[in-house]
């Protein structure tokens, strides 16, 4: 099974996933999106797999995102996209794309639906 991980490495709660995912037994690919970027079918591709806007995804906190002005409720979607393309840090993480699915892991136990062998949470309604 393929994990891939967008990660941060600065990040504690990207680290936490990435060790949750090779606790499981899985290698993920991990690729650091500071450094190599974001394309726009890339970010779309996530964000619908995910169930999630660009909003839904801005990373508010230690970002640039409120001196940008994009923390107005005002500014649309498509707005916060194109920030995100230029400054890749206004991306919430990690994103983690699985055979199971796509999912912002924040926090990073919510990677578990994601892997194999793990029960889906989305069945477990009972």
Do not use: K
């Not at 990040?11 to 996933?17: A, K, L, M, W």
């Not at 999630?52 to 001196?67: D, K, M, N, V």
């Not at 840090?89 to 793990?118: F, H, K, T």
């Amino acid at each position: 099974m393929t994990i891939v991980v967008h990660h941060n490495p600065a990040c504690g709660t990207s680290r936490n996933t990435i060790e949750l995912i090779r606790e499981a037994g899985e290698e993920p690919v991990i690729i650091e999106y500071l450094r190599e970027g974001w394309t726009r079918p890339q970010l779309l591709a996530l964000f619908a797999a995910a169930g999630l806007t660009p909003r839904e995804a801005l990373r508010t906190a230690r970002s640039p995102a409120e001196e940008l002005g994009l923390t107005d409720p005002d500014v649309d979607d498509e707005t916060i996209l194109a920030a995100m393309l230029e400054h890749p840090v206004l991306v919430n993480r990690p994103i983690v794309a699985s055979p199971r699915g796509v999912r912002l892991c924040r926090p990073s136990e919510q990677v578990l639906d994601l892997l194999a062998g793990q029960p889906d949470s989305a069945n477990d309604n009972a």
